[in-house]
């Protein structure tokens, strides 16, 4: 399982605004980007994935323009994104999320303290 795969950053994202909605961290750029190991990833696969994720109702908040090329363009910063109930029970209940949680929670560093905030073991 790869850093940069899609399921991956989808648990990290979520798992992180979960615990933002629980109030047990707040919002910071920072953090964010090393959850994700934004260093490894562009911000154009970034956007993709957040916009597929509003898609599919797993977070909302944001907002979008498509732009010449088909690309999309976030147009607010991700301060805003918010997870729901579905993206909730789609971290908790997908039998693939578990797994990434499972896989994650052995390997040090700011997803397993995460995991441990919002799921304790």
């Not at 260093?39 to 907002?63: A, C």
Request: proline content about 2%; glycine content about 6%.
């Amino acid at each position: 399982m790869a850093k940069d795969d899609y399921n991956v950053l989808v648990y990290k994202i979520l798992l992180y605004f979960y615990a933002i909605l629980k109030r047990k961290i707040a919002y910071q750029d920072e953090a964010f980007d090393a959850l994700i190991s934004k260093s490894d990833i562009s911000d154009e696969y970034l956007t993709d994935i957040l916009h597929m994720m509003q898609d599919e109702g797993l977070i909302k908040g944001l907002t979008f323009i498509n732009v010449w090329g088909g690309d999309c363009i976030l147009t607010c910063g991700k301060e805003e994104i918010r997870i729901t109930p579905s993206g909730i029970h789609y971290l908790e209940e997908n039998s693939k999320m578990k797994k990434i949680g499972d896989t994650l929670t052995k390997t040090p560093g700011i997803v397993a303290s995460l995991i441990n905030i919002v799921r304790p073991i």
